[in-house]
């Protein structure tokens, strides 16, 4: 999208918070897109530029602190030797809070703390977005009524294998299986993740396979590219204020294991 749609997203937000008595974020949100002058302290020469606020739910500054996350983790993710990119669903429903996401957040935690996951995941990190299904995809999956919020958790594993107990294919191993013990493998994980999330999960598993140069930005930004659509807050029916107000309660990508303490993840805070 272009800067002036992204910009009328944040407008029809921030009309949504005042209409809701969200005074708070309303008047957070309102600080983004201000004009400012600059001026050149060598030539003199004048500058205008706009405000930011850089809340990860606003339209306008999203792009922006994609940008700069995906640099930061950019570095670690091309060192890593199997780069594999796993997402944790669960089944929700409508009537689901959107506490849900805090649940979610809670349940990754407690699966990377398990001795199996840490035998077969040294590092990575993990990103938490929360999203709604379109009219045309529920047509897709014969969905009558809306869902609510999904939350779930995108992650980027450096592991070769990952499974609770199968074992990994022979090298000379053939397409078939691979595939069979691949489907057994993710379903232990399932089962695993389900367990600990406390109701039906599933888990996707693909790997990131590095390009020429041995970066796989692609899947660096796929993975932190926003913790929520600003069309999803702008055009849902119901409240938006607790879903803010949990996704300010919630970091968004949370490094773990070699990455964790990193410096080069660390984000460094930029000159006023």
Known sequence: MTPKELSAQRDQLLEKLRDEGCIDYAARLSQCGKPLTLRCTHCTSPREVFTRCDLKWCPSCQPALVARTADRYRRLAADMQWPLVVTFNVVHSAKDEPGLLREVRRAHTKLRRQRWFKKHVPGGFVAYEVSRLTQAERKRRKLREDSGWHPHAHCLFDCK???VTETT???AATK???KRKAQIACAEVAEIWSDVV???GS???????????GGIDAAVVEIVKYAVKGVDLVSFEQPIGPLIYELDRTRQVVPFGTMYGHPDVKR???AP
């Open 161 to 163: 294998w990952l499974a």
């Open 176 to 178: 078939q299986e691979w």
């Open 203 to 213: 888990v996707h598993v693909r790997r990131a396979w590095k390009d020429s140069n």
């Open 169 to 171: 294919p022979r090298p």
């Open 268 to 270: 460094r805070r930029s």
């Open 198 to 200: 406390g109701r039906v």
